[in-house]
Nanobody
Framework: QVRPVESGGGFVQAGGSLRLSCATS????????MGWYRQAPGKERELIATLDWSGYTSYTADVKDRFIVSRDNSESTVYLQMTNLEPEDTAVYYC?????????WGEGTQVTVSS
């Protein structure tokens, strides 16, 4: 398994946008359901979006209609487009398979949203 490398996080004002990237292997992206997760300060890591091998996506209620998960098979990359960001979106964002493999967690990428 190729451990993913997340990138694209940063500091943004409320209402702003960011696009996160998750670079991994082509086989992982093609043949697995991928998930985006986040862990806010003092909270458990939570699943927020999934993308399966057929392209079907799902989202939790608090990110639905604001976040979009997609993939680029040729680049073996999964993306998370985040719009209309809120301070409550501040967290470290990770990607992993869904269900997640414990040994597959990367370093994550920090997203900080100011009010």
């Amino acid at each position: 398994q190729v451990r993913p490398v997340e990138s694209g996080g940063g500091f943004v004002q409320a209402g702003g946008s960011l696009r996160l990237s998750c670079a991994t292997s082509r086989e992982t992206v093609w043949y697995n359901t991928m998930g985006w997760y986040r862990q806010a300060p003092g909270k458990e890591r939570e699943l927020i979006a999934t993308l399966d091998w057929s392209g079907y996506t799902s989202y939790t209620a608090d990110v639905k209609d604001r976040f979009i998960v997609s993939r680029d098979n040729s680049e073996s990359t999964v993306y998370l487009q985040m719009t209309n960001l809120e301070p409550e979106d501040t967290a470290v964002y990770y990607c992993n398979r869904h269900p997640p493999l414990p040994e597959y967690w990367g370093e994550g990428t920090q997203v900080t949203v100011s009010s």
